[in-house]
Nanobody
Framework: QVQLVESGGGLVQPGGSLRLSCVAS????????MTWYRQAPGKEREFVAM????????NYADSVKGRFTISRDNDKNTLYLEMNSLKPEDTAVYFC?????WGQGTQVTVSS
C-alpha cells in the first residue's frame, strides 16, 4: 500500500530555513505527481506546491512563491520542500500527498 513518511519539521526563528522530506513507497514514485499541503491550527488544509513526475513542472501557492522550492529524487523515492525566509504564518503541519494518499505530516513552527 501507499506509504508517505514526512520528516524535517521543527522549531525555527522567523527568517530561518528548513528542508522537509517525504519518503514514498508502495507505488511507482517516478511516474507520480507529488504535492505538499499544509494545515495551520483552526484552518483548512491548503495547497503549498506540486511537482510533475520528471521534476520539471512545478507550481506554488502565491503565499510561498519565491521562498519555497519543491524538488524530488526519483532514484531515492523522496520528495523535498526547501523552505527559506520562513514567517510565523508558515506555522502548520506539512503533508505530502499523491493520488488521494497522505502522510502523517510533520510540524513546522516559526516563532521567536
Amino acid at each position: 500500500q501507499v506509504q508517505l513518511v514526512e520528516s524535517g519539521g521543527g522549531l525555527v526563528q522567523p527568517g530561518g530555513s528548513l528542508r522537509l522530506s517525504c519518503v514514498a513507497s508502495g507505488f511507482t514514485f517516478r511516474t507520480s505527481i507529488m504535492t505538499w499541503y499544509r494545515q495551520a491550527p483552526g484552518k483548512e488544509r491548503e495547497f503549498v506546491a506540486m511537482v510533475g513526475s520528471d521534476g520539471i513542472l512545478r507550481n506554488y501557492a502565491d503565499s510561498v512563491k519565491g521562498r519555497f522550492t519543491i524538488s524530488r529524487d526519483n532514484d531515492k523515492n523522496t520528495l523535498y520542500l526547501e523552505m527559506n525566509s520562513l514567517k510565523p504564518e508558515d506555522t502548520a503541519v506539512y503533508f505530502c500527498s499523491t493520488s488521494g494518499s497522505w502522510g502523517q505530516g510533520t510540524q513546522v513552527t516559526v516563532s521567536s
